[in-house]
């Protein structure tokens, strides 16, 4: 069975496949047949609970005791229609896929027995998603693992490919009887109008709304992501991570560690790099080595990462930092991270850490690797209770 990540694909070995979504809480699962132009052909081509079944693809219940599934019969699926998406969303109204960690399940659906399986890194305000698509390429069906997430929920997808979608209907009005001599209108109750979709702490849904590198260096805020791409190519291949900081009132000095946490397919752990162990991945990751005062300017420790050489398993790298010397990030000014051309120097991407919390150790950023083989780096600002890299191991690997 195949753990797969964002953007990574297999050919599929039977006709008949299931995709199955589990979760903690309940989940509408549907699917959507596209055309080569990625949108349905009609209102036919979505299928969900309440139009269970279309051409070559089935709505499969899985009445509350199992997750609900979407059935692909490649060898039924018509002419022109070269992809079905899988998505899911929370059964609740207006519930989020924030801590809420859905996994997919490619089956054969006719054995049951498991192709692959892909879990989406982690989720925000989101209230729907785009598990997987099945889709046809070059005479083979495949499935892609996709996780792209929406603020404004299924009928924000279903709306992207096409399907009408009915707007609710403004309230009836009362017959209005004739209004008495008017009376100083009370102020119209301020009803928490159903927020609109909240505007997902910065995490505009994944692949709107990104940002490059076509107008030169970006200041990164909190959550926001910025594609390593250059008029639509991959930048460089080695990059440089400089991380600096001052103590808050230069009463004392702070011993501050910067390493980076090297991932695979599955966020397993490959690797740490930091003060205690300077070059990792076959050289591929080193370290310039450890500042015990954070005094001086310019960055105080620098990760250089051949992006080129890396091993093909990582596929996820999170650069932290932490006080060895137990002092709290309340006690640190300006701390930052950027992302610099290791040839020129030249500073790409800059993200201020602008909040701090009475915590040990703070996770600033981290690189994934898109299918394409780009790489996106995403401003982060976490705070964790750590002295040391390996107690960041684990949250950083669910924060992938």
Request: glycine share 10%.
């Amino acid at each position: 069975m195949t753990a797969m990540t964002p953007g990574s694909n297999i050919p599929l070995p039977a006709a008949r496949i299931a995709v199955d979504v589990a979760a903690p809480v309940r989940l509408d699962v549907s699917g959507l047949l596209l055309t080569a132009d990625g949108k349905v052909r009609s209102d036919d081509d979505f299928i969900f609970y309440n139009q269970p079944v279309g051409p070559g693809v089935t709505y499969r219940s899985g009445g509350g005791s199992a997750p609900d599934a979407i059935v692909v019969d490649t060898s039924a699926v018509p002419p022109g229609i070269e992809k079905i998406v899988v998505t899911a969303s929370p059964d609740a109204a207006g519930q989020t896929f924030q801590g809420v960690e859905p996994t997919a399940t490619v089956r054969n659906a006719d054995d049951g027995s498991a192709l692959a399986t892909f879990t989406p890194p982690q989720l925000g305000g989101e209230t729907a998603l785009v598990v997987v698509e099945v889709y046809l390429r070059n005479g083979v069906w495949k499935v892609r693992a996709v996780g792209q997430g929406y603020a404004n929920g299924l009928a924000g997808i279903a709306k992207d490919f096409g399907v009408s979608v009915e707007e609710e209907p403004p309230a009836a009005p009362v017959a209005a009887a004739p209004a008495p001599a008017p009376v100083a209108p009370a102020p119209a109750p301020v009803t928490p109008a159903a927020p609109p979709a909240p505007p997902a702490a910065p995490v505009a849904a994944p692949g709107s709304g990104k940002i490059n590198l076509d107008k030169g260096r970006v200041n990164l805020q909190k959550n926001q992501t910025v594609s390593l791409v250059k008029g639509g190519r991959p930048l460089l291949s080695q990059v440089k991570m400089g991380l600096g900081w001052e103590p808050a009132y230069r009463s004392k000095d702070i011993d501050l560690d910067a390493s980076v946490i090297a991932y695979g397919p599955t966020r397993n752990h490959l690797d740490s790099c930091y003060f205690g162990k300077l070059t990792i991945l076959q050289g591929s990751i080193r370290h310039s080595g450890d500042n015990l005062t954070g005094e001086g300017a310019g960055d105080d420790e620098v990760i250089t990462v051949d992006l080129g050489r890396l091993p093909a398993d990582v596929t996820g790298l999170v650069f932290t930092v932490n006080s060895f010397s137990g002092q709290k990030f309340t006690e640190v000014a300006k701390a930052y991270c950027r992302l610099m051309d290791a040839a020129t120097g030249e500073e790409l991407v800059r993200f201020d850490l602008t909040s701090a919390e009475p915590q040990t150790g703070v996770m600033m950023a981290k690189l994934i690797k898109q299918f394409s083989g780009e790489w996106e780096m995403t401003a982060m600002g976490d705070f964790v209770k750590s002295r040391t890299v390996r107690g960041m191991v684990k949250p950083a690997a669910q924060a992938l």
